[in-house]
């Protein structure tokens, strides 16, 4: 089987306790042209990515427009994705009941560098750029857990209590996004342990929860072309969506497979593809390293190599000035 990196799966929802200490250190300009910076050094920070044209979405601005229409220590940030995400962000900056600045991401950049893989996704982020929650779709639970969120970011409840809150309704509102999104993290584990027959039963069940969500399509098919099972990884792809997933990674399994099937030209073109307007394109570049030393290209192949090293956290580290 062809070697590839280790899969990242997003996790649906993260919590202040859960991540490894993920920090945001980011600058946008909205729309209006205004230059925002996340974290701002005076105020927690929500960012809500969206598609303005789906119902998750517009439930999930309704619920943060309710939680945030009278605080004044509180920046909010809407980050419209998608084809039409321009459009769309200028229509959202004009709705009278949306009264915070809106971000245009028409091609994933920003979500690909905050990890985000599901729409709505919603963070909390403190003023020292800590990321406080990660919460992907629209649990049943989402206001009374974002409202806990927000009071934790502020320093009005301590970790204990914000557990407390997000954790005592955990079993009753237990989302099929969050069941899949488990079964999907499961199966992520039991392939690093080398257990590829059961990852894929676990990818499976995944499949049953959210059998029609795009980002958990992509990531399975991804899963599926690392246990090697090139036609389940096909079957699964052909159900995404591709107006709902970023190019680049529909691009890069597009390319896994074909690389899987031998198919050279083909994995090149899509590999290559794939590194374009893609935040994180080390396993891309992977994957366009092994198609140059098949076809003895060696400059070439080296040089994909060694970009796919660059863009790995440790050799973004290495190649960062001494300070």
């Known amino acids: ?50 598609r303005t044209d789906q119902p998750q979405s517009q439930k999930t601005m309704e619920q943060v427009r309710a939680l945030a229409k009278d605080a004044k220590d509180l920046q909010v ?33 920003l ?7 599901a729409w709505p996704t919603t963070m909390v982020v403190t003023k020292k750029g800590n990321v406080v929650a990660h919460i992907g779709g629209y649990p049943s639970s ?42 999907l993290q499961v199966a992520r584990r039991l392939l690093d342990q080398g257990m590829p027959e059961a990852s894929k039963a676990e990818v499976s069940k995944a499949l049953e929860y959210a059998p029609r969500d795009s980002a958990l399509l992509l990531a399975a098919a991804r899963l599926f072309v690392q246990v090697g099972d090139v036609k389940a990884a096909t079957d699964v792809l ?5 107006q709902t997933v970023p190019a680049a990674q529909l691009n890069l399994v597009r390319g896994q497979i074909e690389l899987h099937q031998e198919k050279w030209d083909e994995a090149q073109r899509l590999l290559t593809e794939a590194t374009r307007l893609n935040p994180d394109p080390a396993e891309a570049y992977y994957g366009l390293g092994l198609v140059y030393q098949h076809k003895q290209d060696w400059p070439h192949a080296a040089q994909a190599f060694q970009k796919a090293f660059e863009a790995t956290p440790e050799g973004r580290t290495l190649a960062a000035p001494a300070k």
């Open 1 to 50: 089987m062809i070697a590839l990196l280790a899969l990242v799966v997003c996790a649906a929802s993260v919590r202040a306790d859960e991540p490894k200490n993920d920090k945001v250190d980011l600058t946008v300009q909205d729309v209006q042209g205004q230059e925002l910076k996340v974290p701002s050094a005076d105020q927690p920070t929500i960012v809500v990515f969206v």
């Open 77 to 109: 940030l809407a980050i419209v994705s998608g084809d039409q995400a321009q459009v769309n962000a200028i229509q959202l900056a004009k709705d009278p009941k949306w009264l915070w600045p809106v971000i245009s991401d028409p091609d994933y950049v």
């Open 111 to 117: 979500s690909g560098k905050l990890n985000v893989c």
């Open 142 to 183: 989402f206001g009374t857990d974002l409202a806990a969120d927000l009071e934790f970011a502020v320093g009005k409840i301590d970790q204990a209590t914000l557990t407390q809150r997000t954790t005592a309704h955990e079993v009753v509102t237990d989302s099929a996004d969050q069941k899949a999104g488990r079964h």
């Open 238 to 242: 052909a159900k995404v969506d591709p």
